[in-house]
């Protein structure tokens, strides 16, 4: 393997001291389980490390305190299913988020100060039409924030070094932006597109006379981070208006990004600002916020030729009026059913074919703000979501005007889906759907609901809080209780316990090798070998549906088989193209005939933001396979579901040598990623690298399933949490307003001098989702 340097920047990993995995079997495949208390209603949520996961909420008066306020952060222990507030200082209302390539992770934007009940905060910006800040919920206004954290290990969690940097007054964006779309580039910067000014249901007045700017409410612009100079208008957000929140974006191969808001679609190049239209959304369906359909890449493999194809499924049809403008939608969205709708688009098609969309089978149940998420097995869970309505919240509708009438209190979704329902891009139409053997929640999970992929390939959901402010009292409350869902794997009795897995991925180079004791399988050793898989999975920050970053890709493997009953998987780099798996963290899972081991954090690339280093790809050795070798575990470990990534061997066949079971890689794909220089850093700026040793050994029994004959401590003790550093992220432009604080804690620094500026269109009395007094329409559509 490739021995490289890496610089500040790099993602650390610390030895953890071993510590035994018990031998649980104890996890029902299919079901729920209580994940305990998460003090503040998961808004958003990342896996910081192995052992970690960071939430985010609103500002709203959650009983957890910190510092004398509400808390709207907390830091979660996936072992201890327990969790800790943390101090966010500006309000991360529908912000956007991101990972950086040193496995830190930042959050944009936000909205204005708000106090009880969701009023606007009690010190009002210039023009009055939003806060900066109030006194009771102590929250500053998120609108142009930029927040940093640096994941810790749980005993470091209230350590200084360890807290969210979040003070405008020094990192902040060029614009305002709430509800903005978030992707990083093949080198790390973060392009950073469109979103609201502040407050509202979707982003436009009605009538839409002003598409652009909307009177001053929409932001059509697009900016970097690290900055790339001036923000920059973004012809698309002026195309899509009113439907353009969260923008669905995704980078391509070719260093463009496929970009879908609104019904419309398009390939971007963010250096030149230049657009490609592609075919606009079939049948009228929005799977951006509110429609909020279920939307991901599916997974990159050889089979595929790491081509990436995006999928839709769910959202809504509702026609243009319905969808009404800031303050409320015009229809009853609560009784409108939800699309079960599944489409697909193949943005750069290497048969030189043009970009269309395909309609693939569809859901079972409708669903508005489904979701997907990775399975290290090549398959996509979709989670939470309801089968009526939109995502969002208000006290009324342009039809129902009183708030005592409103059917199901502020939320504008109903019904809500329970069952989660899987998805295998492999299986043939008509049968890639299924939810069998899956358990129901009884939690409803609506807006502001997050679901992420687990270390342990358990999937961890939570949040959930269609309300302005917390309401336990809701037909749909303001929830707390964290669940986790183990997906039909966790049948197996025994699952890989990998030995040598590595802690740094590269763009091409020399392959690794990875251990496969006999303990993790038994049968065949031939056929365990076949049916072997290596994924890479990051799991994304996720809020409103989505998972930003997410990806899944399966490295190329070749594997040896030993006379000892040992498997040696020969595994490949990633392709050296790192607009396909952009650089950062990611979990490294090895899955047995669809079992999958438990993930070991990595991180990919070389640490910095920069052009990423690249090699050729090596070619694998050839597969060799030996007869009359066997695994020891207990159980069989391919009681789980077929992986379908290898067919099944001759057991009575001589020992004999063969090609990797997952195919050659075509060539062609491998293209030089387009890159430009970071802007310089700004002068004097330094923030010293932080190194902590870890103070605790990893909770026994964090992970279910056996491990059978695992060394001492699984396949997670020889893999540490990372440490925090980010001494080279620079704040954006500052517009010399502020300088970087190096002598204290910037993260507890003053915000005073922090305040909005007054927005140049003037006031519009639609703009802001409190202000209760939007024109009414005539016009008498029920659903």
């Known amino acids: 393997m490739l021995s490289r340097q890496l610089s500040l920047l790099a993602l650390s990993l610390a030895t953890v001291a071993p510590t035994t995995l018990a031998q649980y079997e104890n996890h029902t495949a299919g079901s729920f389980e209580d994940g305990g208390n998460t003090l503040v209603s998961t808004m958003m949520m990342f896996l910081g490390n192995e052992e970690v996961v960071y939430m985010l909420d609103k500002t709203e008066g959650n009983a957890a305190q910190i510092n004398g306020h509400p808390a709207w952060g907390s830091a979660y222990s996936v072992p201890g299913r327990t969790a800790q507030p943390m101090q966010v200082y500006t309000n991360t209302f529908c912000a956007s988020g991101m990972h950086l390539p040193n496995g830190s992770y930042v959050t944009f934007g936000g909205n204005g100060a708000v106090g009880p009940g969701g009023t606007i905060g009690n010190v009002l910006a210039p ?120 923008a669905h974006t995704f980078m391509m191969p070719s260093g463009k ?38 939307t991901a890449m599916l997974p990159l493999t050889p089979a595929n030729n790491y081509t990436p194809t995006i999928m839709f499924c769910g959202g809504s049809d509702m026609p243009d009026y319905a969808w009404g403008n800031y303050s409320w939608p015009f229809i009853n969205t609560f009784w409108n059913p939800a699309s079960n709708r599944c489409h697909q688009i193949t943005p750069e098609p290497t048969d030189g074919s043009a970009p269309e969309y395909v309609e693939v089978d569809s859901m079972s149940d409708p669903r508005t703000m489904g979701q997907f998420i990775h399975l290290p097995n090549g398959k996509m869970l979709v989670v939470n979501g309801g089968r009526n309505g939109t995502a969002g919240f208000s006290k009324q509708t342009l039809l129902i005007t009183n708030f005592n009438d409103m059917p199901y209190d502020e939320s504008l979704a109903s019904d809500p889906v329970g069952q989660p329902a899987l998805f295998d891009p492999g299986a043939p139409s008509g049968s890639q759907w299924s939810s069998e053997g899956f358990d129901t929640s009884n939690i409803a999970r609506l807006y502001h609901s997050s679901a992420l992929l687990m270390p342990d390939a358990s999937v ?112 490949a780099q990633l392709i050296p193209n790192a607009n396909l798996f952009q650089p950062g963290p990611a979990l490294l899972f090895v899955t047995m005939s669809g079992v999958p081991s438990n993930g070991t954090m990595v991180s990919v690339g070389n640490g910095q933001v920069g052009p990423q280093p690249t090699s050729p790809v090596t070619v694998l050795p050839p597969s060799v396979r030996l007869d009359n070798v066997t695994g020891t575990a207990g159980g069989s ?81 020889s893999h540490g949490v990372r440490r925090s550093d980010s001494s080279a992220f620079v704040p954006l432009q500052l517009d010399s307003r502020s300088t970087w604080d190096v002598a204290g804690n910037a993260s507890s620094a003053s915000l005073a001098a922090y305040h909005d500026d007054a927005r140049g269109a003037g006031h519009s009395s639609e703009f802001d989702p409190y202000y209760q007094n939007a024109p009414r329409q005539s016009t008498q559509v029920r659903y």
């Open 460 to 571: 961890l959901i939570a949040g959930s809080n269609p309300n302005l402010d917390v309401n336990p009292n809701a037909i749909y409350p303001t929830q707390y209780q964290a669940e986790f869902f183990y997906p039909s794997y966790f049948a197996a009795t025994t699952r890989p316990s990998p030995q040598n897995m590595p802690k740094n991925l590269s763009y091409g180079g020399d392959a690794f090798d990875i251990i496969v004791p006999a303990s993790s399988y038994s049968g065949s050793a031939n056929d365990a070998a076949d049916n072997t898989t290596v994924w890479l999975i990051r799991p994304g920050w996720t809020t409103h549906a989505m998972n930003m970053g997410q990806r899944s890709m399966q490295l190329n493997n070749t594997y040896t088989v030993n006379s000892n009953g040992t498997i040696t998987l020969h595994v």
């Open 637 to 717: 470990s391919n009681s789980g579901s077929s992986s379908g990534s290898g067919a099944s061997s001759n057991n009575n066949s001589r020992a004999i040598t063969s090609s990797s079971h997952t195919g050659a890689i075509v060539g062609g794909i491998v293209g030089a990623v387009a890159l430009v220089g970071i802007v310089g850093a700004l002068a004097g700026v330094y923030v010293a690298r932080r190194r902590r040793a870890l103070a605790q050994q990893r909770a026994t029994g964090a992970y279910g399933m056996s491990m059978a004959g695992a060394p001492a401590g699984g396949a997670l003790a």
């Open 127 to 246: 023009g009055g039409y939003s806060a900066t800040y109030d006194t009771t919920y102590q929250d500053w206004s998120g609108s142009d924030s930029i927040r940093i954290l640096n994941p810790c290990a749980w005993s470091d969690i209230s350590q200084p070094e360890c807290q969210w940097f979040d003070n405008a007054t020094v990192l902040h964006m060029q614009k305002k932006r709430w509800y903005a779309a978030t992707e990083p580039l093949g080198d790390g910067t973060i392009v950073i597109m469109g979103g609201f000014v502040e407050g509202g249901y979707i982003n436009r007045n009605y009538p839409n006379v002003d598409p652009e700017y909307e009177g001053g409410a929409a932001e059509p612009t697009f900016e970097f981070y690290p900055s790339r100079g001036d923000a920059q208008v973004m012809q698309f957000m002026i195309q899509t208006s009113g439907l353009n929140s969260y």
């Open 257 to 294: 990004m496929f970009v879908q808001a609104n019904v419309s679609t398009m390939l971007w190049d963010p250096l030149e600002n230049i657009e490609t239209p592609l075919p606009d959304m079939p049948d009228g369906i929005v799977r951006v916020y509110p429609g909020s359909g279920a």
